[in-house]
């Protein structure tokens, strides 16, 4: 039998001891999230794949574990003080919710833009939300100086180890829940959640245990930071991963990281937004875009072979319904089941019929037509009809494009 016996800790952040201390506390306010298998999931990765739903915690994300946890450790006069915090939404929750149910002051700093229902959530658990800056690290600074300026306590979102501390009481849930996992799907922003995952994991589980990180490849300074061997800042570019969107890794979280995490992989937000639809097809879930990256991995077939039963952490789901519009409708693109067509026409009546008549005829579903004489290129004879199309999929869609060429027409595939 293999030994069961936990094993010292070899890394820069939090002890086994901790982990279990934090536990007791983080009860009082977090839930003990679903853990779903994935038969669809399972079946793409050839092993069994399990789903840790914190997009169904309080808050809707993870963020309530750290936070509450650093919170319950203040001292009466630090207390008094109150606190402040800088996010682009869920560890605003969760520092809000916390601060309320400790009785405490809390002011949050966020991004001009952040998503409204975090907006709208973080000030309903009594927190003064101010609005700064474009990206999460402008109002981190803010907060920063607001924390000097004021005494309050600044509760960083992940390097601090009280916070990587409560993050690890997640990865102790996991081993409650899947006792013989062998490898764990962690999205990765700063890298508290990851830290604390991997750390609390490994110490406790007595075997091998793989953890592998997912970070927006727009937003990925881990990668760049583990080559150097120590955290880097990078150049943010846009993503709807704003949730993990960040410049430069926590310094106490590298640490661990570079220890106790075996792989980080990215992914694009194309493959984020097929991550949505597929949760949301297939297991019923609403999971924000920075919570869907290890399932996007998955399917983007970012992660090998052999990594035996698997546990997806869906970290959040907080996500705008304006956005979360747009997110599916690029998820379905991406996945060929939202195809658009441009298709050069005679200039002449009955056009349009014989178009929609043959993509009819193919099964598929005319949803938008734009239909111009002044397209680039064209003839004073001819038009241009733009054309999008519902579709089944990859297949399908080729099946739409070769029946107009069978027809003589040259639809031209209009990238997404």
Do not use: W
């Amino acid at each position: 039998m293999p030994d069961t016996t936990p094993v010292a800790t070899a890394f820069a952040g939090p002890s086994l001891a901790d982990f279990e201390r934090a536990r007791e506390a983080v009860a009082a306010v977090a839930e003990r999230t679903p853990m779903q298998d994935s038969h669809f999931l399972s079946g793409v990765l050839g092993t069994e794949v399990h789903l840790k739903c914190e997009n169904l915690q309080r808050t809707g994300s993870y963020k309530i574990r750290g936070a509450y946890y650093r919170l319950s450790r203040l001292t009466p006069e630090e207390r008094k003080q109150g606190v402040v915090a800088a996010s682009a939404g869920n560890h605003a929750q969760g520092v809000a919710l916390a601060a309320r149910e400790l009785g405490i002051r809390a002011t949050i700093f966020m991004p001009i833009g952040v998503p409204l229902p975090k907006l709208q959530a973080t000030r309903s658990y009594g927190a003064e939300v101010i609005l700064q800056g474009h990206t999460v690290d402008e109002p981190l600074r803010a907060a920063a100086e607001y924390s000097q300026k004021t005494g309050a306590v600044l509760i960083p979102p992940f390097d601090h180890h009280d916070v990587v501390t409560g993050q690890g009481t997640l990865g102790l849930e996991i081993l409650d829940e899947v006792p013989d996992v062998e490898t764990v799907l962690v999205p990765i922003g700063g890298g508290g959640l990851i830290a604390g995952v991997a750390s609390a994991i490994k110490q406790k589980a007595g075997r091998p245990v793989r953890i592998i990180g997912v970070q927006a490849e727009n937003a990925a300074p881990y990668p760049a930071s583990i080559q150097a061997g120590e955290p880097v800042s990078i150049e943010i570019a846009a993503t709807i991963a704003d949730g993990i969107a960040v410049s430069r890794p926590g310094a106490l979280n590298f640490e661990i990281i570079r220890t106790a995490v075996d792989d980080v992989v990215t992914v694009s937000d194309d493959e984020m937004a097929q991550a949505l639809v597929v949760l949301l097809e297939r297991a019923k879930l609403v999971v924000e875009p920075a919570g869907a990256v290890g399932v996007a991995a998955i399917l983007a077939g970012k992660l090998g072979p052999g990594l035996g039963k698997t546990v997806v952490i869906l970290s959040g789901g907080n996500i705008d319904p304006l956005m979360m519009e747009r997110v599916i409708s690029r998820g379905l693109a991406a996945s060929d089941r939202y195809l658009t067509l441009r298709i050069g026409l005679p200039d002449r009546p009955g056009q349009l019929a014989v178009i929609s008549r043959l993509i009819a005829d193919a099964n598929a579903n005319v949803v938008e037509v734009l239909h111009t004489r002044h397209g680039k290129g064209l003839q004073i004879s001819e038009v241009e009809l733009e054309v999008s199309v519902e579709t089944r999929g990859r297949d399908h869609a080729a099946l739409v494009v070769e029946t107009l060429r069978r027809e003589g027409y040259d639809p031209r595939v209009v990238a997404s």
